[in-house]
């Protein structure tokens, strides 16, 4: 099965269509899952609690067709908690392997920075390569395997960091932020007369995409021509991380190829076969904010990591 890429920006709209029949709001979140869909990357979310981060994430797998899981990350968690195990069956007298929750399509890790490292480590492998090797075993996961994390800003008691490996996995971190007015008084109207948690099939959302579909559209993302100025462009502003005296550690190249192919994915989501820089300046933010450590003195003075990377936006040359 193949798709044009007028038929990938009309599998787009109609996601986009079927999501916003449940979820006021957060466009750009939901235009971020898509491209991390397409280009075969995973979605770390930050905000507040109560901003339906969940809920989203159960909305894009019910529109998409995605197996969904979840994790909810605690302290005591530990690895076989996420990856499963080989249990012994005494009715064959042998071990069976018993699958936890990461063998799913969307795997949603909630609240996963209330976990220690150890256990944040068991989704390195099946972040990095779609694999789970467990006893010495390797264990493919779906081609479609996607992780949307969540975590809580406010919350500084009883978390642990995720460390820089964990984070160079993700393609994006997103923060999500509190609604508009207009858009809480719209959430309140929508959900004010329910009771009991919220279900995407109460709100109507149909599965409009399914593992044959999403394979064409990740297909298509491949006949998205990257210019060689474009390429020049993303080297230079990554590069320009690692030159500010206000950034003490800067993005690597691994950056700039996952800023490449978000890049593609977001033109071909659009209909179009080749990148703009614009498409680059669009996802620069969401792709380099994890990715980048302030200096002491920068964090002293209260920069934001997302100022610095608009200034680099702003002081980098684009192709015309």
Same mark, same amino acid.
């Given at each position: 099965?193949?798709?044009?890429?007028?038929?990938?920006? !009309?599998?787009?709209?109609?996601?986009?269509?079927?999501?916003?029949?449940?979820?006021?709001?957060?466009?750009?979140?939901?235009?971020?899952?898509?491209?991390?869909?397409?280009?075969?990357?995973?979605?770390?979310?930050?905000?507040?609690?109560?901003?339906?981060?969940?809920?989203?994430?159960?909305?894009?797998?019910?529109? =998409?067709?995605?197996?969904?899981?979840?994790?909810?990350? =605690?302290?005591?968690?530990?690895?076989?908690?996420? #990856?499963?195990?080989?249990?012994?069956?005494?009715?064959?007298?042998?071990? =069976?392997?018993?699958?936890?929750?990461?063998?799913?399509?969307?795997?949603?890790?909630?609240?996963?920075?209330?976990?220690?490292?150890?256990?944040?480590?068991?989704?390195?492998?099946?972040?990095?390569?779609?694999?789970? =090797?467990?006893?010495?075993?390797?264990?493919?996961?779906?081609?479609?395997?996607?992780?949307?994390?969540?975590?809580?800003?406010?919350?500084?008691?009883?978390?642990?960091?995720?460390?820089?490996?964990?984070?160079?996995?993700?393609?994006?971190?997103?923060?999500?932020?509190?609604?508009?007015?207009?858009?809480?008084?719209?959430?309140?109207?929508?959900?004010?007369?329910?009771?009991?948690?919220?279900?995407?099939?109460?709100?109507?959302?149909?599965?409009?995409?399914?593992? !044959?579909?999403?394979?064409?559209?990740?297909?298509?993302?491949?006949?998205?021509?990257?210019?060689?100025?474009?390429?020049?462009?993303?080297?230079? #502003?990554?590069?320009?991380?690692?030159?500010?005296?206000?950034?003490?550690?800067?993005?690597?190249?691994?950056?700039?190829?996952?800023?490449?192919?978000?890049?593609?994915?977001?033109?071909?989501?659009?209909? @179009?076969?080749?990148?703009?820089?614009?498409?680059?300046?669009?996802?620069?933010?969401?792709?380099?904010?994890? @990715? #980048?450590?302030?200096?002491?003195?920068?964090?002293?003075?209260?920069?934001?990591?997302?100022?610095?990377?608009?200034?680099?936006?702003?002081?980098?040359?684009?192709?015309?």
């Amino acid at each position: 099965m193949t798709l044009s890429l007028a038929e990938t920006r !009309a599998l787009a709209d109609a996601i986009r269509a079927e999501i916003g029949k449940a979820i006021v709001g957060q466009e750009e979140t939901i235009e971020h899952l898509l491209i991390a869909l397409v280009a075969q990357g995973h979605v770390l979310l930050e905000g507040p609690p109560g901003t339906a981060k969940t809920f989203l994430a159960q909305c894009f797998a019910a529109s =998409t067709g995605l197996e969904f899981g979840r994790i909810q990350f =605690t302290p005591d968690l530990l690895p076989g908690d996420i #990856l499963g195990s080989n249990l012994f069956n005494f009715q064959t007298s042998q071990f =069976t392997l018993t699958r936890g929750p990461i063998f799913r399509e969307l795997l949603l890790a909630d609240e996963i920075n209330r976990t220690p490292p150890k256990t944040q480590a068991a989704l390195l492998e099946a972040m990095q390569e779609r694999r789970v =090797t467990l006893d010495g075993q390797t264990h493919a996961l779906s081609d479609h395997f996607m992780v949307v994390a969540t975590q809580n800003p406010i919350e500084n008691q009883g978390v642990y960091p995720l460390p820089e490996a964990q984070l160079d996995r993700f393609l994006f971190k997103l923060l999500v932020p509190y609604p508009s007015a207009e858009e809480e008084a719209a959430i309140v109207r929508r959900f004010g007369e329910r009771s009991g948690p919220p279900n995407p099939t109460d709100f109507g959302i149909a599965m409009v995409a399914d593992a !044959a579909t999403l394979g064409a559209a990740q297909e298509a993302v491949k006949s998205v021509k990257l210019a060689d100025e474009v390429i020049g462009y993303t080297v230079a #502003l990554v590069r320009a991380t690692r030159e500010s005296a206000d950034i003490a550690s800067g993005a690597s190249p691994r950056a700039a190829v996952v800023l490449a192919n978000a890049a593609r994915a977001r033109a071909a989501l659009q209909g @179009r076969d080749y990148v703009l820089p614009d498409d680059v300046k669009a996802l620069a933010t969401s792709v380099l904010r994890h @990715r #980048l450590l302030l200096s002491p003195a920068a964090e002293i003075e209260g920069k934001l990591v997302e100022d610095l990377v608009a200034g680099l936006i702003e002081q980098t040359e684009a192709p015309k």
